[in-house]
């Protein structure tokens, strides 16, 4: 079974602190891909990063951070210096091989206050 | 950019209407999927469909729900008799690349159904 926990439903934050988005993960297979996507208030689902199963190196962009740490079955997120345009719903995903849909977590909703 | 359209934008219908809901893959890609936002249970996949064929549609009340791919360039997704409860925003999105692949997807901006 594929599932996707993400236990944070809201986080509020003050301007240009850092945050982190905790996401974990369960699949009985080895190869699967996890994703996040950001939701602003506008509504559309805009991709943010993949990751495949195999590659456990940690990616930054910009101020965006992943930790993908497969002993714990996570793929948290950071914003760094957060920024009120980050505020939206984030959702984490995982995906399995070939044309297979995309299994979401129920999203964290993230408040930057300026 | 290469985007996925979707129409209409919003929709407010009378229950018991039908509710027919369009959309329009990115040219090329071959994977379709139509996912039901709410509040209450997050993002819920209803069907998928792989060069037009129906791969899966069990997250979709049959009774009410059904989904076609007339052909490459549109997808739809119709509801008769529409409720209440089926007020949400409809997304679809749309995908391409090999079996083996761990592509995303890219969704389009999705119709928000309100049913009175």
């Known amino acids: 079974a594929q599932k996707v926990t993400q236990a944070q439903t809201e986080i509020s934050v003050v301007e240009k602190e850092d945050v982190t988005l905790d996401c974990v993960y369960e699949t009985r297979d080895t190869t699967y891909y996890l994703f996040w996507y950001k939701q602003p208030p506008s509504g559309e689902l805009v991709f943010l990063i993949r990751?495949?199963?195999?590659?456990?190196q940690n990616e930054i962009s910009g101020r965006y951070s992943w930790n993908f740490q497969k002993s714990t079955s996570s793929f948290n997120f950071t914003i760094t210096a957060s920024q009120v345009v980050d505020s939206a719903v984030y959702f984490c995903?995982?995906?399995?091989?070939?044309?297979?849909?995309?299994?979401f977590g129920k999203g964290t909703r993230l408040s930057v206050i300026a | 950019d290469a985007r996925v359209t979707q129409t209409p934008r919003d929709k407010v219908t009378e229950m018991g209407q039908e509710v027919t809901m369009r959309c329009q893959p990115i040219l090329g890609h071959n994977t379709v999927f139509w996912y039901r936002q709410t509040m209450m249970q997050g993002l819920e996949l209803l069907a998928y469909f792989r060069n037009r064929a129906p791969l899966d549609d069990s997250g979709m009340p049959k009774d009410r729900f059904s989904a076609e791919m007339p052909d490459a360039t549109l997808a739809t997704l119709k509801i008769q008799p529409s409720e209440p409860r089926d007020s949400a925003v409809y997304f679809c999105?749309?995908?391409?690349?090999?079996?083996?692949?761990?592509?995303?997807?890219?969704f389009g901006s999705g119709t928000r159904l309100t049913v009175v």
């Open positions: 990751r495949n199963s195999f590659d456990e």
């Open positions: 999105a749309s995908g391409l690349g090999p079996p083996g692949g761990g592509y995303g997807y890219t």
């Open positions: 995903a995982l995906k399995h091989p070939g044309n297979t849909p995309l299994v």
